[in-house]
């Protein structure tokens, strides 16, 4: 098969290929696998219960499963849902948004493959334009998807060391510039892999950059406020028309569904809405049906909050207590959780890379993701740190997750002291 350069860039080594892989084979290849690699969101009875209510209702309002499953929206959502979204938004915080700055995308992962590549990339004059990551790690699903290479430019953070053997990486804001390359900042709040919540303090200076610059701030809102809502710090939500907040049904619980969210300016929304229009004609309609009245009701809201982000915050308390327990005795940290559904296990000075851990481990029928897939923008960077970390999803069963963190604490003892 004779490939173009893109074609080789989007068939070549990719850590969410490989991720999504594992995610495969966790779930369907017959071997029983413990699942702490990819991000599946927990099957939390309440949020499903919810959801084939919904179904139901849906399915008895005459001609709307029809035409939810029969008619192609427009390119940027069924503008009642849109509606739905901007009043949620309007009511839950207080932001001038109507349907026009509301576009819906197959995912998230989608929306961010188009507007990354709208927004950076060769430019008319010759140019290249890059997206400013203010510091990895960063979300994985990132790192390959310029149409180009380089997409990303990034900076290492500073370390905040924390008690019980918690740490917190922080926006080196000393050291970030903001060259004249930049065509966006990004940063996900809360952060996949490390859990972390960016303070409203460094976020308005990260707004400032951006607004000074003139380029947009892309938010990544797939964990925070007001749904899914897992975030367990009390931060303030941010959105401005300088803004590009994305949004997603995924950690709600609906990943299969493919229902991305994306709140920006409405010049914006229409860019967006045209490359879904030439990717994929129009966004999936089948999310945005099924859930419009939790929307329409706020029942969304209270869901994430009376149980998506408690159901969240239990497991990492416990999943985080186990590790650190099971691994006493080594120079282990955590970073600490403060939202989104993950640990960030950072393994001091080990002398086996997170690499070979990785494999280790999934030899032993646990899959995890090993942290070097995390540093988009410094992949030139031969920091010993990006080698030294593993994320752990705690969304699986307790029972699972605990076993499989036994493990992942036996063969990170094994390495450090026998190589
Ligand atoms: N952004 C972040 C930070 C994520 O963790 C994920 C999924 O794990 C996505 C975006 C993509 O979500 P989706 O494409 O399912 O909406």
Known sequence: MRLSRFGRKFTGDSGTLKLMDDLGEAFGSGREMINLGG????????????????????????????????????????????????DLLRAEHGWDVGPDHVCVTNGSQAG???????????????????????????????????VGPGLFVSHRPSFEFLEDRFFKYRVDLDDLEVRDDIAALCVSRPTNPTGN???????????????????????????????PGILFRDVRPLWDESVILFMSLSKLGLPGLRTGIVVADPALVRALASANALMTLAPCAFGPALVRGLFESGEVIALSREVVRPHYEARAARAAATLLDDLQDCDVLLH????AIFLWLWCRGIPVSSAELYERLKRRGVVVVS?????????????????????????????????????????????????
Not at 77 to 82: I, L
Not at 115 to 123: K, S, V
Not at 336 to 339: A, D, F, L, S, T
Not at 401 to 407: C, D, F, K, P, Y
Request: proline share 8%; net charge negative.
């Open 112 to 146: 961010f493959f188009a507007l990354f590549n709208l927004l950076a990339g060769p430019d008319e004059d010759g140019g290249e334009r890059r997206i400013l990551l203010p510091m990895a790690p960063e979300y994985i699903g990132y790192a390959d998807i310029g």
């Open 371 to 419: 942290g070097e897939h995390f540093f988009p923008g410094l992949e030139h960077d031969p920091w010993p740190h990006k080698s030294e970390c593993m994320r752990l999803t705690y969304s699986d069963s307790p029972e699972k997750v605990e076993t499989g963190l036994a493990i992942v604490a036996e063969e990170v003892r094994r390495a450090y002291r026998e190589g």
């Open 336 to 339: 600490r959780p403060e939202g």
């Open 39 to 86: 991000g599946n969101p927990s099957h939390i009875p309440r949020m499903e219960e919810t959801f084939r209510a919904q179904l139901a209702a849906l399915a008895q309002r005459p001609g709307e499963l029809e035409r939810a499953m029969g008619d192609y929206s427009g390119p940027s959502g069924d503008r009642t849902f849109r509606g739905a979204v901007a």
């Open 197 to 227: 919540v960016l303070t409203d303090d460094e976020l308005a200076s990260l707004h400032g950059l951006a607004r000074e610059r003139d380029i947009p701030l892309i938010l990544d809102n797939a964990y925070g406020v007001p749904f």
